[in-house]
């Protein structure tokens, strides 16, 4: 059983923080993980966050590829090389991903939202019925 593995780390400037697009294709299934450095890293520093961080990142997304296969011809290669240079450095599939992640984050913090609000008014109303017993209590 043979597993493809492939992973690249993009580093590039938002605009206001430089950010880490890491990008990882295992067997077939695409995820991706947003780093974010703050100040521009020095190559060492990115050579130490792959070297201890990155088994630890979480990659998020689980859409299967598509497999390309490899052109034969060099200069066929050449050109795509040339022309992977010259894209911007966020792919759409990465922003869709990072896109889906940030709608499942929201979605997981409303519904704990929810259940901490529903919580707090059952607590509530315990401690109103509790009293209104006490009230009522002989004395």
Not at 89 to 115: C, D, F, G, I
């Amino acid at each position: 059983m043979q597993i493809s593995v492939s992973s690249t780390l993009t580093v590039y400037h938002d605009g206001q923080f430089w950010v880490g697009l890491a990008e990882h294709v295992e067997d077939g299934r695409y995820g991706v993980a947003r780093i974010v450095f703050g100040a521009e890293p020095s190559d060492e520093e990115i050579l130490r966050f792959v070297v201890s961080k990155w088994a630890k990142l979480s990659f998020f997304g689980d859409d299967p590829t598509e497999a390309s296969k490899p052109a034969k011809n060099p200069k066929r290669r050449a050109r795509e090389a040339a022309k992977a240079l010259k894209r911007p450095a966020v792919s759409t599939k990465a922003q869709q991903a990072l896109a889906n992640q940030r709608e499942a984050m929201k979605r997981e913090s409303a519904h704990a939202r929810s259940q901490r609000r529903a919580e707090e008014e059952k607590a509530r109303f315990e401690q109103r019925e509790l009293k209104r017993k006490q009230k009522h209590r002989g004395h």
